[in-house]
């Protein structure tokens, strides 16, 4: 495994809990509740390892990984009930593989507007956090 130890997608600890809670590992990825919840419900899909590109997998661990997307946003569609989950891939400043899943809502934040990546708007409490991660992981 390739692993950077300036990434909080590899390293954890004090690097992720700048912007993310761990929830869970899935087949190839770890799935994270975004801090910054003006999108309620948002999560990152990352990739195992310290990689920039899809290309840079093998075709079995690409399908993984949007599968393991797929198993992320039948979660958060189950539990947030959003009108539309929106995805994302970025990673021109980390470099590490993953994908951002934020829910829409009709009558809520950003509603047919363009994405803040992060407006830095709505954060929790520690126990609504884990009440959030403990209806995702039900729903995995």
Not at 44 to 53: C, L, R, W
Not at 78 to 102: I, S
Not at 112 to 131: H, I, R, T
Request: proline fraction near 3%; hydrophobic fraction near 35%; glycine fraction near 8%.
């Amino acid at each position: 495994m390739t692993k950077d130890p300036n990434c909080g997608y590899c390293m954890r600890g004090e690097l992720l809990e700048q912007f993310g809670i761990y929830i869970c590992d899935l087949s190839v990825s770890t799935l994270i509740l975004f801090k910054e919840q003006s999108h309620r419900g948002r999560c990152i899909v990352a990739y195992k390892d310290h990689v920039s590109e899809i290309v840079n997998i093998s075709d079995e661990d690409r399908n993984a990984f949007f599968a393991d997307v797929n198993r992320a946003a039948k979660a958060i569609h189950k539990v947030f009930n959003p009108d539309k989950v929106n995805y994302g891939a970025y990673g021109d400043t980390g470099c590490h593989l993953h994908m951002h899943l934020v829910p829409k809502y009709k009558d809520g934040f950003e509603w047919g507007g363009v994405f803040a990546m992060n407006p830095g708007e709505v954060y929790l409490s520690d126990e609504e956090y884990k009440e959030m991660i403990e209806a995702i992981k039900a729903n995995l």
